[in-house]
């Protein structure tokens, strides 16, 4: 569903830009997932009981292979359920040929430039599968072990030992030295003096390093500089200690000549327990304690990652990321939301290189071939046939593949052509929008950033938009590893895939960890139920051969406020549609759609424009509604397109119209239909009058077939204006009797109903006297003196008063004005009643 979220927003933006003329290109593709294909293959061999390692590489790669079809072929069936309008024909795979020609195009580029290395560097093993992974790869928690207290002897003889802590008593194999801080004086005097490795002959020797914690433990270090990366550093300072060889081979057995017959081959958890019960049974244990800490494990096998020291490929990562970090201050490349940019800055900042060789068979070997004569390194496009420095031809390949992500970050330049000086690249390169979720910031988004400055001289793309993570109806993150994802493939089966596309990004804002689940696909179905209705609606009275809507209906200032009114709501509604999208916000947008085309347009004005459509008004009122209402809900299906494209497209073409997909029709223009603020000002009384109405009649219990009388004391000249003019509409609307307009002296009628509102006061006549009107009136009142007070007190604060920006306040006073005279009204109707107002205001 995460791909889903993102494909629609992709989607969204793409369609958006496209309608509106602008050169878009969508490309689609997939990775290879080296590491991770390999493991789950590996994964589904295991349950036939077959080991991946044992198979022949011939057959390996072909069982690999068969699982990458199965899979690309269920992810393309799901891009194209969901509607997703990318260009087929530029489809892009990483293991294609153009793939491995931009991949080691690369990496023999960064290699002449010094960029790539080989070298021997603390790495994270995982010993399960046996490769390196990467930083981005480890997953750190907090889990319980035991520090152990061990006793070194000294190695002249002398009784007695020093005494040293540590949570993995089986690497004491692989010491060269003990450490201690150079200020703790327990051990000045010891410095130089020589221990012996507990359960070996082996002496090391007491060294100062300022690494050392003193209070950790007895604030004494067991140095193991392969086996972990302080220790290395600590070795790394201290010229004189030797390089021990490996105590743990690629899998974590006990090896080497260093660890004792009793232990080699044994595997590093077995050893552990063997070696503790060595030590103590010799005396060496002093005591253990239970532990809690900070445990580093594999996100892939969750084996527990070994620090090894081991020779991989990096790539210098610090002179790459430099021209990006400038970039993005000088806003050369735009995150949205803006807020990930500090998370972005603070790790580029702390960039360290990047291990790029892995130990597996599924991916691209690394272009390099060991010449055995001259040992010569050659990096080269096409592989060489002799070594270009003493002509040998006994040369050997590099055993490792390339990190699926050092293709990956190519993507923006090499799915256009690059290396090649293609048309395609000169056109769209750079691009315009990258659109993804945030977890991948660093091992995608940040590295292509990179690689386009570095390869193209150029930013990749303007415009980064992470969204959300999407998460299920409990709140827990949907991934593959709870599995609590629905298939896309189901969920567009039953709902179908424009419910499903509104459901990611209304009413969840698309950069938030929403949930998606039933409701929110109800939300989606219910609201694409009121526009297919909505335009069957709209037929109904659109005759044969009707001409599509070209320009917005002319309509004449005595035209019918309603018809004025959603024209200048349409405007606004696409105005807002427009500012959203180009700022990324798509649920913004959508939710201006939802709104407009639900409340403005099937509620509000097909209520009340049904007696003109219907030609009850005259044939001019008649033609004037319907070309309004064709006009308006065309116009809004072009801005619904990009969301709903499914829907849309359907219903666009059961309306006249002149182009022959909506796809490809264009994007409403600005300014087309006329804004008028006179009409959406005269609208909101004859609305509310309406609402305030309808609440009496429910509240006071009006039978369904009686057509009570109404009156309404407008509270100023314009609203009296507007009313006396729409009366009939109000009329119709809540099935009165008859309305009247009051005087503002003008008695109330005696039994009736009362509301109070801003515009002025309703009043309608209650079928049979109750006491349930003067109950709602005070309940209205105490409503309103609540809110009063608190205005009130809020003015009294000083502290209000003198902070607040001006507006405001003016804004309170003129609230609480507000709000008094409609309590005083309030009350002048209950004592008219005989009842009692409750306090003053
Ligand atoms: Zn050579």
């Given amino acids: 569903m995460g791909h889903m979220l993102g494909d629609t927003v992709m989607d969204i933006l793409v369609r958006f830009h496209r309608m509106r003329g602008d050169a878009t290109v969508w490309v689609p593709g997939l990775d290879h997932a080296g590491l991770a294909t390999q493991v789950e293959v590996r994964r589904r061999l295991q349950k036939q009981g077959v080991r991946l390692e044992e198979l022949p590489r011939e057959e390996a790669l072909r069982e690999v292979e068969r699982w990458k079809e199965e899979h690309e072929r269920r992810i393309l069936e799901q891009t194209r359920a969901g509607g997703f309008s990318v260009d087929w024909n530029r489809y892009r795979y990483t293991m294609d040929p153009a793939s491995v020609r931009a991949t080691r195009e690369a990496f023999v580029r960064l290699h002449e430039a010094g960029l790539v290395y080989r ?115 600590i070795y790394q300072r201290h010229p004189t200690l030797p390089m021990p060889p490996d105590i743990l081979d690629d899998s974590g057995h006990m090896t080497s000549d260093w660890v004792p017959e009793a232990y080699r081959g044994l595997d590093r958890d077995d050893a552990r327990a ?191 938009y992470f969204t959300g993570m999407v998460r299920d109806e409990q709140g827990r993150r949907m991934s593959k590893h709870l599995g609590n994802s629905p298939d896309p493939l189901d969920v567009i089966h039953e709902r179908g895939a424009d419910a499903m596309r509104f459901a990611l990004v209304f009413p969840n804002p698309t950069d938030e960890d929403g949930p998606f689940g039933t409701p929110a696909l109800d939300g989606g179905r219910n609201f694409l139920t009121k526009v297919w209705n909505l335009v069957r609606f709209t037929l109904s009275f659109v005759p044969a051969g009707a001409a599509p809507p070209g320009v917005p209906p002319a309509l004449p200032p005595s035209s019918a406020l309603e018809n004025r009114w959603v024209l200048s709501r349409y405007r606004r509604a696409r105005e807002e549609v427009d500012r959203a999208l180009g700022e990324f916000r798509p649920t913004q947008a959508a939710t201006v759609l939802h709104d407009f085309l639900w409340h403005d347009v099937a509620d509000r004005f097909v209520e009340i424009a049904k007696e003109s459509l219907l030609g009850r008004r005259g044939e001019g009122a008649q033609r004037e509604a319907r070309e309004t209402l064709l006009y308006v809900v065309e116009r809004s299906l072009r801005l619904l397109h990009p969301f709903v494209p499914h829907v849309t497209e359907e219903l666009w073409h059961a309306l006249p119209h002149a182009d022959t997909v909506l796809a490809l029709s264009p994007w409403p223009a600005a300014d087309e239909a006329p804004a008028d603020p006179v009409a959406e000002v005269e609208m909101e009384p004859l609305l509310e009058t309406i609402r305030l109405l309808r609440n009496l009649r429910s509240e006071e219990k009006v039978p369904l077939d009686a057509a009570p009388k109404a009156w309404v004391r407008p509270a100023g000249p314009e609203v009296e204006r507007v009313l006396s003019r729409e009366k009939a509409t109000v009329v119709r609307l809540v099935r009165l009797g008859s309305l009247e307009l009051l005087g503002p002296s003008e008695a109330v009628p005696a039994g009736t109903g009362r509301r109070v509102a801003a515009f002025g006061e309703c009043f309608l006549e209650r079928p049979v006297a109750t006491g349930a009107t003067a109950e709602a009136l005070r309940r209205e009142r105490e409503k309103l003196h609540a809110l009063l007070e608190k205005t009130r007190s809020r003015l009294a604060d000083p502290g209000f008063r003198d902070h607040a920006p001006h507006e405001v306040v003016e804004e309170a006073e003129a609230k609480a004005a507000e709000l008094a005279e409609r309590v005083r009204r309030i009350d002048e109707h209950l004592k008219q009643d005989g009842a009692s107002p409750g306090a003053t205001p």
């Fill in 274 to 464: 063997r070696t503790l019960e060595d030590l103590e049974k010799a005396g060496f244990l002093l005591r253990s304690e239970p532990y809690r800490h900070s445990v580093a494990r594999s996100e892939r096998s969750d084996a527990v990652i070994e620090p090894r020291l081991s020779t991989q490929w990096f790539v210098r990562m610090r002179p790459l990321a430099a021209p990006v970090v400038e970039a993005v201050r000088r806003g050369e490349i735009r995150i949205h939301p803006e807020r990930w940019e500090r998370s972005f800055y603070r790790w580029m900042e702390e960039i360290q290189d990047w291990c790029i060789s892995r130990q597996v068979f599924w991916g691209h070997p690394i272009p390099v071939s060991h010449c055995r004569a001259c040992h010569r390194e050659i990096a080269s496009i096409d592989p060489p046939k002799a070594c270009p420095q003493c002509g040998s031809v006994d040369l050997e390949d590099d055993p490792d593949v390339l990190d699926t992500w050092f293709t990956s970050w190519l993507w923006p330049f090499a799915i256009l052509g690059w290396p090649e000086r293609t048309a395609d690249l000169e056109h769209y390169y750079p691009t315009s929008v990258l659109v993804s979720g945030r977890d991948i910031m660093f091992f995608w988004v940040a590295r292509m950033m990179m690689a386009g400055y570095y390869f193209r001289n150029a930013r990749p793309f303007s415009d980064i």
């Fill in 119 to 233: 070298g021997e560097r603390m790495v994270n093993w995982d010993p399960k599968l046996r490769t390196a992974i990467s930083d981005l790869e480890v997953v750190h928690s907090e889990e319980d072990g035991a520090l152990v207290y061990l006793r070194y002897p000294w190695a002249d003889g002398s009784p007695g030992g020093l005494e040293v802590a540590t949570v993995r008593p089986e690497t004491i194999f692989g010491d060269v030295a003990v450490a201690v801080h150079p200020g703790d004086d327990r051990y000045r005097t010891l410095l130089g003096r020589e221990v012996i490795v507990p359960l070996t002959d082996r002496k090391v020797p007491i060294i100062a390093d300022a690494a050392i914690d003193p209070v950790f433990g007895a604030g004494v270090l067991k140095v193991t500089p392969r086996h972990d990366l302080v220790d290395h550093e």
